[in-house]
């Protein structure tokens, strides 16, 4: 298995412009989030997914977010228009919960740099 | 909110020593997690504890649990330089897909 998948890894982009954040959860995984690290605030939970349907978006910190999840094996996170404080890095995770087993799995992020 | 806070923030210790993190946390979980954080990677799960358990073992990380004092302590012993990482304590308050509360971690630093 793969592991959870990001792309891009790494994100270098002028202010205002859109970005677009890709992931691909690990199969058979039902829950997938979204989050956000940086020195100052941590890890923050953006937005999750459970069998694809946005549960709560509470985290997106403005209008200017927005994720999709068209299906199992796919989900995006945009940024439209894109600010210099958007710069941080981004986690996808998708997690299993099964036979008393809980598990997340992060993919390797994306580190996004906003000029 | 943090449901999750690790103590210290940072501890550096010499190869060979143990290294011992706490986490306490405000209402009730199911479950307690610890994950690693190499520096520039994703988090990746280290152990488990349940709520009805008080200690786990898993090579040479040791977890407890107090649900009394609402704490859990991750000791890692015989540390190595390949130790070095944020360590995240991460509570799950049911069993259900409710998101896990991650801490603000703990940045381990081992000396060789």
């Known amino acids: 298995d793969a592991g959870v998948i990001q792309s891009p890894r790494h994100e270098v982009t002028e202010m205002g412009q859109e970005v677009t954040l890709r992931c691909k959860p690990i199969s058979g995984h039902n829950s997938l989030f979204w989050y956000r690290q940086t020195m100052m605030r941590g890890l923050e939970l953006l937005i999750y997914?459970?069998?694809?349907?946005?549960?709560?978006d509470s985290g997106m910190p403005e209008d200017r977010f927005s994720a999709k999840m068209p299906n199992a094996s796919f989900s995006t996170l945009k940024i439209q228009p894109s600010e210099p404080r958007d710069s941080a890095v981004y986690f996808c995770?998708?997690?299993?919960?099964?036979?008393?087993?809980?598990?997340?799995?992060f993919g390797p992020g994306t580190r996004l740099t906003v000029l | 909110s943090q449901q999750g806070e690790e103590d210290p923030q940072a501890l550096s210790i010499q190869e060979g020593e143990n290294a011992t993190m706490n986490c306490s946390y405000k209402?009730?979980?199911?479950?307690l997690q610890w994950y690693r954080q190499n520096s520039g990677r994703g988090l990746v799960h280290l152990i488990l504890?349940?709520?009805?358990?008080r200690e786990k073992h898993s090579g040479r990380l040791r977890v407890t649990l107090d649900t009394s004092k609402k704490s859990s302590s991750l000791l890692i012993t015989a540390s190595r330089a390949a130790d070095t990482a944020s360590y995240f304590c991460?509570?799950?308050?049911?069993?259900?897909?409710?998101?896990?509360?991650f801490g603000k971690g703990t940045r381990l630093s081992v000396i060789a």
């Open positions: 991460a509570t799950a308050l049911n069993s259900g897909n409710t998101p896990l509360v």
């Open positions: 209402t009730s979980i199911n479950n």
């Open positions: 997914f459970n069998n694809n349907v946005p549960i709560d």
């Open positions: 995770a998708s997690r299993l919960i099964a036979g008393g087993a809980d598990t997340q799995y």
């Open positions: 504890i349940r709520s009805n358990e």
